[in-house]
């Protein structure tokens, strides 16, 4: 039987927002597969394939996921972490870097400061461009793993009750998440300081799709929550100190609150993390945060498979 | 012979933007760069009465005849304008203005860190994802914009 050609072949994978419940399913098929096949069988999928990366932000973590997901499936990686803003002062403008990444690779993974960075990106690159986060905009693939975490520690998504936790503004995480879940049939729960509440100039068309509430208080829906989704609050989007300490310290998961969660409700946080959740917290039935690490090493390589391959795996 | 007619004289020709809503006359010659510089004469009438309990501004540019980007333009400031295009004291052509479904490179992003206002050669391009509500959206950074904070290129 042929397989039909399959539908993220050669694409770009930007936002969210261009995304629907079937194409976010068939990534956690894909994902799947790729967890049940062999190691060999696995890396035959990105055999002699080649992953550029082009890191304008320090992001260890994404990297890291994405060097191992290529791997993983028999690919390779290039790359450059770390361009700072000095040199590409002095050398290329990004049209030109992502261009000449293009040429040496056949997927492109681009994490850059501004908004709209990927999608200007792939507009230039003869390659597919994978959005491995841009600005306080997007983090498609970190979505994608995190719905896939839930799908997998709770066997659903619709009908979850879930609750989004610390800097909704500025972390762009949530923005793809929220995306990703308007698609499901969940209540979700906005729970932060006033300061760092979502941007509305940003949910305009999720609002569209489904509702959510918003509040400043933890502890409020806390024994109600199936999945509590936990994000950094940096000290930098604080103008003082001493307003920051406060804020951070309603929103720290510790075992006081733990305890009041529901014992079948998971804790899942994008890492790194800082002390927003306690290390106590990690010996807990209810952490999956190292779990979700782990699906984000395959979330990536079924992505990429699929894009790398015209007839899927 | 209506009560505007006889606020603002006839020209000969030129383009004369009619109906442009109260209060944005002075908006739309901003955008389109109207500042009299080219010597041609410029008449603009503000608050003139039109029907019962309303009013509108006029601007008629003599020697110059609108075009389709400067419509677009006109679209979003003003969406209630109607263009007269008159030739030789005749009336050649009349356009409705209407939103497009895209605005290219007309206003910036008003997002700081939008890619659209970096060093990159990128224009903004914005989608208009509701005409009655005039609603846009960045291509790029995908931010609601607000119509009234909208700045130039
Ligand atoms: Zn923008």
Redesign the pocket.
């Known amino acids: 039987m042929i397989q039909s050609m399959n539908e993220f072949f050669q694409k770009d994978i930007i936002s969210v927002r261009d995304f629907d419940k079937q194409k976010l399913e068939s990534i956690f098929d894909a994902t799947n597969k790729i967890i049940k096949l062999k190691p060999n069988d696995r890396r035959e999928i990105g055999r002699g394939k080649t992953l550029g990366y082009l890191f304008y932000e320090p992001s260890t973590r994404t990297r890291l996921s994405f060097e191992a997901a290529i791997a993983s499936i028999g690919g390779t990686s290039i790359g450059i972490s770390n361009i700072s803003s000095s040199s590409t002062q002095k050398g290329e403008s990004l049209a030109d870097t992502v261009r000449i990444m293009s040429i040496y690779s056949d997927v492109l993974v681009l994490r850059h400061p501004l908004?709209?960075s990927s999608r200007f990106a792939a507009e230039i690159s003869e390659k597919s461009v994978i959005n491995g986060g841009s600005g306080t905009e997007e983090h498609p693939t970190q979505a994608i793993q995190d719905l896939f975490t839930i799908k997998k520690e709770k066997n659903k998504i619709d009908g979850l009750k879930i609750g989004i936790v610390g800097d909704l503004k500025y972390g762009r995480t949530v923005y793809s998440l929220l995306s990703a879940l308007s698609y499901y049939d969940v209540d979700v729960h906005l729970i932060s300081p006033e300061s760092l509440k979502i941007r509305t100039d940003s949910t305009y068309e999720i609002k569209k799709r489904f509702s959510f509430t918003e509040s400043t208080d933890l502890e409020e829906y806390i024994d109600d929550l199936d999945v509590v989704y936990v994000t950094r609050i940096q000290k930098e989007r604080f103008p003082d100190e001493e307003e920051y300490i406060k804020v951070k310290g309603s929103y720290v998961i510790g075992l006081d609150i733990t305890k009041k969660m529901k014992d079948d409700a998971i804790i899942l946080h994008p890492l790194p993390r800082l002390d927003e959740i306690s290390a106590e917290v990690d010996n807990t039935k209810q952490a999956k945060y190292f779990k979700q690490a782990e699906y984000g090493m395959y979330t990536r390589a079924a992505l990429l498979g699929l894009i790398l391959n015209e007839k899927g795996f | 012979m209506q009560e505007s007619d006889l606020i603002v004289r006839r020209i000969k020709d030129g383009t004369v933007i009619d109906h442009i809503d109260q209060g944005r006359g002075l908006r739309v010659l901003e955008a389109l760069e109207i500042d009299g510089r080219e010597g041609n004469v410029i008449t603009i009438a503000l608050n003139v009465p039109s029907g019962k309990s309303k009013k509108k501004d006029i601007i008629k540019v003599e020697n110059r005849y609108l075009e389709d980007d400067d419509t677009n333009k006109l679209a979003v400031i003003a969406p209630n304008s109607t263009v007269n295009i008159i030739k030789n004291y005749k009336l050649v052509e009349k356009r409705r203005v209407s939103l497009p479904n895209e605005i290219e490179r007309i206003f910036r992003?008003s997002?700081p860190d939008?890619?659209?206002?970096s060093s990159e050669h990128i224009e903004?391009t914005m989608d208009v994802i509701d005409k009655s509500g005039l609603v846009l959206k960045?291509r790029?950074?995908s931010?609601i914009l607000d119509v009234n904070k909208l700045k130039y290129y």
């Open positions: 908004d709209g | 992003c997002n939008c890619v659209t206002n903004s960045c790029y950074c931010r």
